[in-house]
């Protein structure tokens, strides 16, 4: 029979195991236009970005902070799904089922877009801030 300190120890030796198995493991992703890559560990740390040249020089340079996230995303899922079955094996879980389309909930129809809070009073907004005049504001302040 095995005493408590030992299995501790064992699942401590084990869970290490694990967690240097899922440091090694490195999992790659693209974004959905092909224009970055990512490549994460398989504890989800980010290791590399590639972004294509195109990205920067072409029309769509506006996206290119969706396209990383995107790319992040998925390579960090990929890293999440390998590493799931590993983490309940060490702790002695079933996987949870697969959610089926049918069991998610249903988004409430038509919700309304989210507004902007406005900004603090001691807070100042720079929408009314003229730039490129050098006109001083009322009250002597610049900026």
């Given at each position: 029979?095995?005493?408590?300190?030992?299995?501790?120890?064992?699942?401590?030796?084990?869970?290490?195991?694990?967690?240097?198995?899922?440091?090694?493991?490195?999992h790659t992703?693209?974004?959905?236009?092909?224009?970055?890559?990512?490549?994460?560990?398989?504890?989800?740390?980010?290791?590399?970005?590639?972004?294509?040249?195109?990205?920067?020089?072409?029309?769509?340079?506006?996206?290119?902070?969706?396209?990383?996230?995107?790319?992040?995303?998925?390579?960090?899922?990929?890293?999440?799904?390998?590493?799931?079955?590993?983490?309940?094996?060490?702790?002695?879980?079933?996987?949870?089922?697969?959610?089926?389309?049918?069991?998610?909930?249903?988004?409430?129809?038509?919700?309304?877009?989210?507004?902007?809070?406005?900004?603090p009073a001691?807070?100042?907004?720079?929408?009314?801030?003229?730039?490129?005049?050098?006109?001083?504001?009322?009250?002597?302040?610049?900026?």
């Amino acid at each position: 029979m095995t005493t408590p300190r030992r299995d501790v120890r064992l699942m401590q030796q084990q869970a290490g195991e694990v967690d240097a198995r899922l440091a090694a493991a490195r999992h790659t992703a693209r974004s959905g236009d092909q224009l970055v890559t990512a490549v994460v560990t398989g504890q989800g740390k980010l290791l590399d970005l590639r972004i294509d040249d195109g990205a920067l020089h072409g029309a769509h340079g506006q996206k290119l902070g969706l396209s990383i996230v995107e790319a992040v995303r998925a390579a960090r899922s990929a890293a999440n799904a390998s590493a799931l079955p590993q983490l309940n094996a060490l702790f002695g879980k079933q996987p949870p089922p697969p959610v089926t389309p049918a069991a998610l909930p249903h988004p409430p129809a038509a919700a309304a877009p989210a507004r902007r809070e406005a900004a603090p009073a001691d807070e100042e907004n720079f929408e009314e801030l003229d730039f490129l005049t050098d006109e001083p504001e009322p009250g002597g302040r610049r900026w």
